[in-house]
Each structure stands twice: as structure tokens, then as C-alpha cells.
């Protein structure tokens, strides 16, 4: 899988915007970009994912440049409870049968927000 | 819908011993996931069972070891505790490829 790299922490003001930059400059075409987060002592928790296009669901939004060298999450309003490292991992698309599946995290964005 | 669950939720053992920790996956997922993450770093992975066989694994030793059973629960088993092998021990569950479900993980001391 693609490696990914991310700021190691971030602040953002309660109510505002979050943009959570991840640059993959090495994505094949056959690999998404996949969020989690953790919120601390927890499992992660997926957000969104996507390939090309531009995501949203109802906890983010996914902007996916179109070379799709890298990427930018955004929590449209953040609250405190969005305090959390934030994972940015590529991942193969396809379910190959053969060959694990498993998720390659690195050490993530600490996101701050701040009341 | 009943999510990832997994048990015990604390362990201390000490150095030598061996644990199992356990998964019970998602409803109607049929693949398992085992994560080791030690203190500060993301998760790393340890192994996937789908179908009641290993689909692959990271890069641990063979003391590491699991199984998965006709309901889709598993078991992570560690022999001849070390004590790097202190960590929180995440499960996740997924239906073949789709987004993974993760469990609140099981957090093992090692003495």
C-alpha cells in the first residue's frame, strides 16, 4: 500500500472548519483513501472513504485532489468531541481473495479543537 | 445491530506466559482483523481470518497465532510473553473488503 503523510498535530477552534491535509503521492489507481479516527483509549472509527471523487457523508467531507496525490478531510463544524488522531490510510480497492486486507496506519494528525 | 466486541477489556500477565484474547464480529461480517498498537503509534497488523482461515498477516512472529470460528468470532493467541508485547490489542470485523469496524480493544500489561 501507498505510504501517506500527515501533520502531526493540528488546532482548530470549536465551530470552525477542520482541514485535515494527508499527501499519498505514490496512490496506484487501484487504491482509495481510506479516514479513521481515534478518539483516545478507544478502537478507530472510520469516517469516509473514496477514490477519485469528492465524498460526503454525515460526519465529513472528502477532497481528493485530481492527480489524487493527496487529500483533505473536513469536519464542517467541529466540536470538542471531534479531539482525536486522525488516520489517512490508501488502501487496494479491490477483494483479490488471497493477500490480507489489512490496514496500514502511521502515527496520524493529532486534532486539537479548541473551546 | 450489535458492533465489535472483545474481551477481557484489561490483562496483566507477566513475561513468558501466554493470553487469548477474544472478538465477537459485527453482524454478518465474515472477516476478522487483529491490530497491535503500542503506546503513541498507530495501529499495526498482526493478521486477517476470513472464512475460518488465515488470509494473510504483518510482520509478527509465529508465537502470534489465531483462530476463527463458524460464527465469525476469533481469538488472538500470544505465546512466551515478551514484554514489547505490552500494547491495546484491536479487533476489527468487515464483510470481505468494505471499511473495517473496530472494537474498543483489549489493553495488555506484560510484567
Known amino acids: 500500500d501507498a505510504k501517506t503523510t500527515q501533520p502531526p498535530s493540528m488546532d482548530c477552534a470549536e465551530g470552525r472548519a477542520a482541514n485535515l491535509p494527508c499527501n499519498h503521492s505514490?496512490?496506484?489507481?487501484?487504491?482509495?483513501v481510506y479516514w479513521y479516527r481515534q478518539i483516545h483509549s478507544q478502537g478507530p472509527q472510520y469516517i469516509i472513504h473514496g477514490l477519485k471523487n469528492n465524498e460526503t457523508n454525515e460526519m465529513a467531507s472528502l477532497i481528493i485532489t485530481e492527480d489524487r496525490k493527496s487529500s483533505t478531510l473536513i469536519l464542517p463544524h467541529a466540536t470538542l468531541r471531534d479531539t482525536a488522531v486522525y488516520y489517512c490510510i490508501v488502501r487496494v480497492a479491490s477483494w483479490g481473495g488471497g493477500g490480507a486486507d489489512g490496514l496500514t496506519f502511521g502515527k496520524g494528525t493529532h486534532l486539537i479543537i479548541q473551546p | 445491530e450489535t458492533g465489535v466486541t472483545q474481551s477481557p477489556t484489561h490483562l496483566i500477565k507477566t513475561r513468558g506466559q501466554q493470553v487469548t484474547l477474544r472478538c465477537s464480529s459485527q453482524?454478518?461480517?465474515?472477516?476478522v482483523s487483529w491490530y497491535q498498537q503500542a503506546l503513541g503509534q498507530g495501529p499495526q497488523f498482526i493478521f486477517q481470518y476470513y472464512r475460518e482461515e488465515e488470509n494473510g498477516r504483518g510482520n509478527f512472529p509465529p508465537r502470534f497465532s489465531g483462530l476463527q470460528f463458524p460464527n465469525y468470532s476469533s481469538e488472538l493467541n500470544v505465546n512466551a510473553l515478551e514484554l514489547d508485547d505490552s500494547a491495546l490489542y484491536l479487533c476489527?470485523?468487515?464483510?470481505?473488503?468494505?471499511?473495517?469496524?473496530f472494537g474498543p480493544g483489549t489493553r495488555l500489561t506484560v510484567l
Open positions: 505514490t496512490i496506484s489507481g487501484n487504491e482509495y
Open positions: 453482524s454478518g461480517h465474515n472477516t
Open positions: 476489527a470485523s468487515s464483510s470481505e473488503g468494505d471499511e473495517q469496524f
